[in-house]
């Protein structure tokens, strides 16, 4: 079992920049991706970013919608990934969840709220 706490959301205004952390515990040995979802009432749970793990190289991608101003990264001495949010917009609002895939099971944080609102 892998649990997942994340960390850093708030209310910010548009522009502004702020910094998630998802802290992974219990069986966390290996994974093969780790990253970022995001949701809002009423739609599906989108991709953010996502570290994708290939042999011993780490490979990100994101939504395009965040491309140039997300940054996801990992300690992986820590068990944690990080999504760095810069020039975020109101439509960046949602609530951001914290996913791990290990093998086949997909592991998921309670999520944390992001509101971006003057």
């Known amino acids: 079992q892998v649990q997942l706490v994340e960390s850093g959301g708030g209310l910010v205004q548009p522009g502004g920049s702020l910094r998630l952390s998802c802290v992974a515990s219990?069986?966390?040995?290996?994974?093969?991706?780790m990253g970022w979802y995001r949701q809002v009432p009423g739609k599906e749970r989108e991709l953010v970013a996502r570290i994708t793990k290939v042999g011993t190289t780490n490979y990100a991608n994101y939504a395009d919608s965040v491309k140039g101003r997300f940054t996801i990264s990992m300690d992986s001495a820590k068990n944690t990934v990080y999504l760095q949010m810069n020039s975020l917009k109101p439509e960046d609002t949602a609530v951001y969840y914290c996913?791990?895939?290990?093998?086949?099971?997909?592991?998921w944080g309670k999520g944390t709220l992001v509101t971006v609102s003057s």
């Open positions: 219990g069986s966390v040995y290996s994974f093969n991706a």
């Open positions: 996913h791990r895939l290990a093998g086949s099971i997909n592991y």
